[in-house]
Every structure is written in C-alpha cells, then in structure tokens.
Antibody
Framework: EVQLLESGGGLVQRGGSLRLSCAAS????????LSWVRQAPVKGLEWVSA????????YYADSVRGRFTISRDNSRNTLYLQMNSLRAEDTALYYC?????????????WGQGTMVTVSS | SYELTQPLSVSVALGQTARIPCGGN??????VHWYQQQPGQAPVLVIY???SRPSGIPERFSGSNSGNTATLTISRAQAGDEADYYC??????????FGGGTKLTVL
C-alpha cells in the first residue's frame, strides 16, 4: 500500500524552528518528486514547497522562501521540511504529497498531516 | 501570479447533479485537477488533467474545462459526497495553485 506518514509537528514559539519528516512506503521513492502542502485552520490548501526526485531541484512559495528548506534522503525514503523563523501565519496542518509525473503535475497521494502551531 | 476562483458553497439535492465551477484567466489552456477533502481527512485526487479519474473514483465524478471556467460535475449526488472540493493548476511562475475551495452540501 502506498503511504506517506508525516511527523515532527508541535507547538513552537514565534521565531523558532521545527523540522518535519515524511516517511514513504509502497512506491519507488527515488523516482518521484514530492511536495509539502499546508492548510491553516478552517482555511484552504496552500502549496509550500517541492523537490525533484533526485533532490537536485527545489521550489518554494513566496511566503516561505528563505525561511523553509526542503530536502530528501532517498536511502531512507524520507522527505524533510526544515522550518526556521516561524511566524504565527505558519500555523497549519502540513501535508506531504507525492507528485504525479507530467507537465501539469498534480498530487496523487497525500499523508494525513502533522500540525504545526506557532505561538506569539 | 495566477489565481483560481471558486464559490464558497454549492448545494445539491440528494440524487441530483452538482456542478462546482473553478474560474481562472484562460484556464481552458491549462490542465485542471480536482481534490475532495472529507471533514478531518486528507485531500483525495478525484479528477486529473481536466477529465481523467484515478482508479477507485466513481464514474459519477467527471470534469470539463473550457474558456475561463473548469467544472467538476458530480452525478447522482450522495450524502457521502459532502466535502470540500479544491481545483488546482500548475503555473510556471507560481507553481502549484489551488482554488479557495467549495463546500458541497447534499440536501
């Protein structure tokens, strides 16, 4: 069964740091791009960051560029998101998602999410 | 940056057809994907590239895309279809763009 399992969320003070992890199973991890998508409480979905299958290319939303760093370890089938200089507006449920190959990519597999709460 | 517009809510009578629009500038030139999010659950891809259904998605779900509007259509609506629905496109500058989401209520 294809599965993504996030961890690492929690309560952190404004300005603090947190590292999220996403463990994958059931597919050839190193063959697919992966992404983080977040959802603030009672809000819609917001794309955060993505990384190519090899890890050589990374992409960020303007709202997190310079503060968040995406990475992956293909030997451990794990995706990461290092979050620094956290703000109240970063409070959200963070999902990792597998990217469908193609010129207009979608997300075909999602984890259940890990909650990040930034206190002021 | 590219933007997608969805109505906050759509209602449909049980067994009838629901249509959820997603507006964007010349969206017909892009591939549109649709996600269903049940309360307390992760999103699920229900339509990709305008009209294709992933395996396991009922044929009642279909999509179309033309001009400035893409539409998710749910035929013979069931109580279990009550959920939030999001459209999404890829934009070369903004990357992945989501619509604001539409809450579907089945009456």
């Amino acid at each position: 069964e294809v599965q993504l399992l996030e961890s690492g969320g929690g309560l952190v003070q404004r300005g603090g740091s947190l590292r999220l992890s996403c463990a994958a199973s059931g597919f050839t991890f190193s063959s697919y791009a992966l992404s983080w998508v977040r959802q603030a409480p009672v809000k819609g979905l917001e794309w955060v960051s993505a990384i190519s299958s090899s890890g050589g290319n990374t992409y960020y939303a303007d709202s997190v560029r310079g503060r968040f760093t995406i990475s992956r370890d293909n030997s451990r089938n794990t995706l990461y998101l290092q979050m620094n200089s956290l703000r109240a507006e970063d409070t959200a449920l963070y999902y990792c998602a597998k990217v469908v190959d193609g010129s207009d990519p979608a997300f075909d597999i999602w984890g259940q999410g890990t909650m990040v709460t930034v206190s002021s | 940056s590219y933007e997608l517009t969805q109505p906050l809510s759509v209602s449909v009578a049980l067994g009838q057809t629901a249509r959820i629009p997603c507006g964007g500038n010349n969206i017909g030139s892009k591939n549109v994907h649709w996600y269903q999010q049940q309360p307390g659950q992760a999103p699920v891809l229900v339509i990709y590239r305008d009209t294709s259904r992933p395996s396991g998605i009922p044929e009642r779900f279909s999509g179309s895309n033309s001009g400035n509007t893409a539409t998710l259509t749910i035929s013979r609506a069931q109580a279990g279809d009550e959920a939030d629905y999001y459209c999404q496109v890829w934009d070369s500058s903004t990357r992945w763009v989501f619509g604001g989401g539409t809450k579907l209520t089945v009456l």
